[in-house]
């Protein structure tokens, strides 16, 4: 059980300590409740574009200077933007922690007196850049892209992914920037997570010192998106300078943290986690068809999804490979899950929440997540009671529900100059 | 309202330890590391063999990588499957891989099933099947990830790199082997990998987490004391191949949207009595966030997503490299800004700032990296891969802040030569082949397996 303490600064700034003298380090993770699904059409990837923007300084904190303080003590540090949600996170060695809520707050506070036009465009290059390293110039690098474009529709902002599109991020102002910060960059939009080797009171002092003069934000865009059903199962064809067909499949989901999400979540490890799991066994060590499988769960607020992959050995047709997950698929449908399968998928869910405790950084991540999605930070210590209680049926049942054709989209990634 | 012109001073600094490491050497020479953590309910076990890929004969190349890949085909009374499964049923995750230097085991563990994973862990190292039934799965696989390699631009860029420094010879072929050299290995070249190198007195193992050190050394000694001894191999030397002057190697990719660069030289080895002038001195060039190379590529110029140099620290000289995917219309300056930054650093013109900077985050970063049981295993496993003195992690502050500006000269003039430096350029050659003539230096047009377009 971890010991939290929970409470709101009268701005509305969510904060929640973990005391913990094992390690001298701090980490200091926070979670602003914003990511691509606040985006709107024509700007995507701004959310994302705009993370870049608040690590080039603030009214207090010269153009990368956060970094340089950070490092510059022993510290690490990054962000990352999702769907949902944006994280900042700096894990410090602890006489440092009133360094790093001084930085934070300077930029949750007084960013916009530091920007300047030839920022923007520079972080915009390097954006880009990393769209054309990590989606265009690699194999199958669109292919979540593509999945997302086809599983939603285009006023449901799960629609494309966070990194946006080139023309999106051509298209982006100085103003942009300006507006987005003022609406979703204040304290009641966030939560702030400190985990490690500080005297509460005193954190709390420090935390008071520094995030309450920064006025809150009041009220903000409702988020009223719906998914509505497929009506059907989507599918694409795509050829591309790949070597070897791959399979990529959506299955839509009930949103984080529901009872079919979290059997989806166990279903995701019978059927692709190790060598003993369905598919990995047929298709890759029995039938020795595919070269890879995977398949899991993202943790998404909105609406849940999980995703399935396979690519087909050289030779092996990609009908070939769908064939055997479905068959796969069907054999779990009516056989039904084994005691021993719940029992390897419960103790992988274990191990990995173990994990995400061992060490302060993630801890404080994952507290900020489950405070900002379940508005509960004591979830962290409830977390695999759910998955504890699941039943073999529970699975079955969700796998017989949910991976139908009905529900789910299909791209099929081709190399080029093959017959599809 | 709060002063926030100056950034706020530390507190005194809290005092860090090393977990302690309790040594011992079983009768038959395997060497045993054991630490306790107390912030999860999690154990990790690794064992080290000291031989990798620097055994592979050339044309055999990929061997070590095989065998280790083998390694979990199937063990002890299990076949693979069954393997799997109960590794699953003690919620545990096993790996097997091999480097240059090594070949590794490693298994993460539910505390309270550690007694039955150590038995796993064993049979694994220790009584591993080697099937030809493996041996063939493992070989398609191996072939299908070749094949897949061909399309991906890092790869490309960092096999031909890697064989342009140390050609046909240990370091120059790829670990993971080579078309030519994958289908051509037997059983017999697996098993015999195997009998010679994962002995005992080759090895050691290291058990990290929330397990006491006398109960951890029970069940080492229980489940790997029999394990028979063998001969301590001898250990290979790569051959560096001859640079002559800065030569740029072109290999086309019609449809590349960026060119990936590799800028370097051979390095230096791990046992250099220069690692601690050399950490420094490449954190501040490439090696961290707030380098100079990443500042100009990135901050600078937007010309990437990231830069980073590394010196590729193995137990003989790896290489020097400069790494960097960037647009195809900046290709040229991006290599120019490297070359000026390797002979900037040349010149001694280092600012108080930034090796201060630069120290302090060396020094600093080491128990942020180290808190789970996985990041002590590790690092013991450097200790001992690298014969480094036991009192290594205590003194490693010591040592960094001993360093000076004149070392920083000192081991960039000795180490860096921006004069003899391989250019290696995965990218739209089209694009990007006129721009990069006007650096004067000679252009070698490759295919992606190196073989010269005339």
């Given at each position: 059980m971890l010991n939290l303490e929970q409470y709101e600064l009268g701005n509305g700034l969510r904060v929640v300590l973990n005391e913990d003298h094992t390690s001298p380090l701090v980490a200091i993770n926070l979670w602003y409740h914003v990511g691509s699904k606040n985006e709107r059409p024509g700007r995507t990837g701004f959310a994302h574009l705009f993370e870049h923007m608040l690590?080039?300084?603030?009214e207090h904190v010269g153009n990368n200077e956060h970094f340089r303080y950070v490092q510059s003590v022993g510290g690490v540090l990054n962000g990352s933007t999702s769907f949902d949600r944006t994280n900042y996170y700096e894990t410090l060695p602890s006489n440092y922690l009133a360094l790093g809520l001084w930085l934070e707050s300077d930029r949750m506070g007084f960013f916009l007196p530091a920007l300047t036009q030839e920022k923007f465009d520079i972080q915009r290059e390097v954006v880009k850049e990393e769209r054309r390293q990590h989606y265009d110039n690699v194999p199958y690098g669109t292919s979540f892209e593509r999945l997302l474009n086809l599983a939603y529709d285009p006023d449901f902002p799960y629609q494309w992914p966070t990194i946006g599109s080139m023309e999106d991020l051509g298209a982006a102002s100085l103003d942009d920037v300006r507006n987005f910060f003022t609406t979703w960059y204040r304290p009641d939009n966030c939560t702030l997570t400190v985990v490690g080797d500080f005297a509460t009171d005193d954190a709390k002092r420090l935390i008071e010192e520094y995030f309450s003069e920064i006025a809150p934000g009041g009220t903000f865009p409702e988020f009223t998106a719906e998914r509505k059903p497929l009506g059907g199962e989507r599918r694409e064809v795509f050829t591309s300078p790949v070597q070897l067909p791959r399979i990529y499949r959506l299955y839509h989901l009930p949103k984080m943290g529901a009872p079919d999400w979290i059997y989806g979540d166990l279903l995701s490890t019978v059927l692709a986690a190790d060598k003993a799991s369905r598919l990995d066994r047929v298709l890759v060590h029995e039938k020795q068809i595919a070269q890879d499988v995977a398949a899991y769960i993202l943790p998404t607020e909105a609406s849940g999804m999980l995703m399935m992959q396979a690519t087909a050995r050289e030779g092996v047709s990609i009908e070939t490979i769908e064939a055997a997950i479905d068959e796969e698929i069907a054999r779990l449908v009516n056989d039904g899950v084994t005691e021993d399968e719940m029992i390897r998928a419960r103790n992988r869910a274990e191990i990995e929440h173990a994990h995400h405790l061992e060490n302060y950084d993630e801890r404080a991540d994952i507290i900020g997540m489950f405070t900002t999605f379940f508005d509960d930070p004591q979830v962290v210590n409830t977390w695999l009671e759910p998955y504890e209680n699941a039943t073999a049926a529970d699975i079955t049942r969700v796998a017989r529900e949910y991976l139908v054709a009905e529900n789910r989209a299909t791209s099929l990634f081709l190399p080029e100059g093959q017959p599809s | 309202m709060t002063d926030r012109t100056k950034a706020p001073l530390p507190g005194p600094p809290r005092p860090y330890h090393f977990p302690d490491v309790t040594r011992t050497t079983l009768a038959n020479g395997l060497r045993v590391l054991l630490a306790r953590t107390h912030n999860a309910p999690l154990v990790s076990m690794r064992a080290l063999i000291r031989?990798?890929?620097?055994?592979?004969?050339p044309e055999l190349a990929g061997v070590a990588s095989i065998t280790a890949d083998l390694l979990d085909e199937g063990a002890g009374s299990r076949d693979a499957i069954r393997l799997a499964e109960d590794i699953g049923l003690l919620g545990a995750t096993m790996g097997t891989g091999a480097d240059w230097d090594a070949s590794y085991a490693s298994l993460d563990v539910l505390a309270r099933y550690a007694n039955q994973a150590m038995e796993i862990f064993a049979d694994v190292t220790t009584r591993p099947q080697l099937p030809a039934e493996g041996l063939e799965r493992v070989r398609a696989e191996r072939l299908n990830d070749l094949l897949q390699q061909r399309d991906e631009p890092s790869m490309i860029a960092a096999k031909r790199f890697s064989g342009l420094l140390y050609g046909k010879g240990p370091y120059g072929f790829p670990m993971s082997g080579t078309m030519e050299s994958v289908p051509k290995i037997g059983l017999d070249h697996v098993r015999d990998f195997y009998r010679q190198h994962y002995v005992p007195n080759n090895a050691s193992v290291i058990v990290s987490g929330d397990l006491e050190p006398e109960h951890a050394l029970k069940l080492v000694e229980g489940a790997l004391g029999d394990w028979g001894r063998g001969t301590e191999p001898p250990r290979p030397s790569p051959i560096p191949k001859e640079i002559e002057g800065n030569r740029i190697y072109l290999i086309d990719?019609?449809?590349?949207?960026?060119s990936e660069i590799r800028i370097g030289h051979i390095g230096v080895s791990r046992s250099s009595s220069d690692y601690f002038a050399l950490s420094v001195m490449n954190a501040l060039l490439g090696g961290i966030f707030n380098s100079r190379i990443n500042l100009n590529l990135r901050e600078k110029h937007g010309y990437t997503y990231g830069a980073r140099s590394m010196f590729a620290f193995r137990r003989s000289a790896g290489p020097f490299v400069v790494a960097a995917p960037v647009r195809n219309e900046v290709t040229k300056e991006s290599v120019h800004e490297v070359l000026s930054e390797l002979r900037r650093i040349r010149t001694g013109d280092v600012e108080d700032r930034e090796l201060h900077d630069t120290k302090s985050y060396l020094m600093g970063v080491f128990p942020a990296t180290v808190q789970t049981a996985s990041d002590i295993a590790s690092r013991l496993l450097d200790m001992e891969l690298y014969g480094l003195p036991e009192n290594y992690f205590d003194r490693y502050r010591e040592n960094i802040g001993a360093i000076s500006k004149a070392d920083i000269e000192r081991v960039a003039k000795k180490y860096i030569d921006p004069d003899r430096a391989v250019i290696v350029i995965v990218g739209n050659a089209k694009q990007v082949r006129e721009p990069l003539g006007t650096l004067g230096y000679p252009i070698h047009e490759l295919d992606i397996d190196g073989n010269a377009i005339a």
């Open positions: 690590f080039s300084g603030s | 031989s990798g890929a620097d055994h592979d004969q990719r019609p449809a590349a949207v960026q």
